[in-house]
């Protein structure tokens, strides 16, 4: 019998189990896992290096359906984005300020009805004269009420306007998952350290960070975000992940010693300001230039990837 273990028979041994035994233990591991204690640095590792091995076996094998009881593919996944849930931030998963779909608090209540018809989203945020100062958000349910006639059609949009939540950038994902289950919100404003709009986030996003997309028929096809052209040339969205462009393109266009996440990002650090259409910029690490094709002023949107040159004596050597 392990240390610790209740013992056969006694009901009072199981009330209180020793947290130096096996379900003390693990119990004690999990929450450290759930909630960032440094006793969960063992148990985090023994989960990653148990995935790594298991992914590591010949691909022949891992191809077949997974034994009985065993954990498929997509599960292995999940529990991986589990273990790293705990260390992203709010502003790490966020929708960009510059993507937010929002409603000025004047507006009138069919220009609420037409913004929910074209954007298709469930919540819309409502701010007062810039996107700085979001009073609250209207829950397309509650236009509904007034499109069936169950409530008068308003004067304004303001009595349909709920409290959302207000979070610092930096607050961790998981924190903000308990929160917003235990007050039943399903969306988040997020605010830069100036109290400023950072960006916004819901509840789909942060359970999506788990188990993946999570696409409705209504949502659009996802497009590419990194395109192959002739002569070695990359239209890409500026969106695409600096990662997903080391892998795909150059591992050298990942270097930067900034905390640039993105193709945007990096057009933004090299120019010094938002970029124009129509300007090239070299990153020197890569010798890869970036030629932007839009921006809306605020941040660049598309870009073309020009290849290094390459000299006649190097090609020579």
């Known amino acids: 019998m392990a240390e610790g273990s209740p013992k056969e028979g006694s009901r009072e041994s199981t009330k209180e ?8 233990g693990l119990w004690s591991g999990l ?23 298991y992914d590591g076996e010949d691909e022949g094998e891992r191809s077949a359906p997974p034994a009985k009881g065993d954990l498929s593919a997509i599960e292995r996944q999940m529990v991986r984005n589990l273990l790293h849930f705990s260390e992203r931030t709010v502003d790490d998963v966020a929708l960009p300020r510059a993507d937010i779909v929002a409603i000025e608090e004047k507006a009138s209540f069919e220009e609420l009805a037409a913004l929910f018809a074209e954007a298709g989203h469930s919540r819309v945020p409502v701010y007062r004269e810039t996107l700085d100062t979001i009073v609250g958000m209207v829950h397309i349910r509650d236009a509904f009420a007034v499109l069936a006639g169950k409530v008068p059609v308003p004067d304004s949009i303001a009595p349909l306007i709920r409290q959302p939540l207000y979070v610092p950038e930096s607050m961790g994902a998981l924190d ?36 993946g997309e999570v696409e409705d028929e209504h949502d659009d096809a996802p497009e590419a975000m990194l395109i192959p052209l002739d002569d070695g040339l990359w239209e890409a969205d500026a969106r695409a992940e600096l990662d997903d462009v080391a892998e795909e393109i150059d591992a050298k266009l990942g270097d930067i010693e900034e905390d640039v996440d993105t193709l945007g990002g990096l057009a933004f650090v090299i120019a010094g300001r938002v970029p124009e259409p129509g300007e090239i910029l070299e990153h020197e690490e890569s010798g890869w230039k970036l030629e932007i094709l839009d921006s809306d002023g605020r941040r660049v949107t598309r870009l073309r990837l020009h290849p290094p040159v390459v000299r006649e004596d190097e090609g020579d050597e």
């Open 31 to 53: 929450k450290s896992l759930l909630f960032g204690e440094e006793e969960a640095h063992s148990l985090r590792k023994e989960l990653e290096e148990a995935l790594d091995e």
């Open 176 to 211: 903000l998952l308990a929160e917003m289950r235990a007050k039943r919100t399903h969306l988040a404003i997020v605010l830069d350290e100036y109290s400023g709009t950072e960006g916004l986030l819901t509840f789909e996003d942060l359970v999506e960070e788990i188990v």
């Open 17 to 24: 189990p020793d947290s130096s035994g096996h379900e003390g």
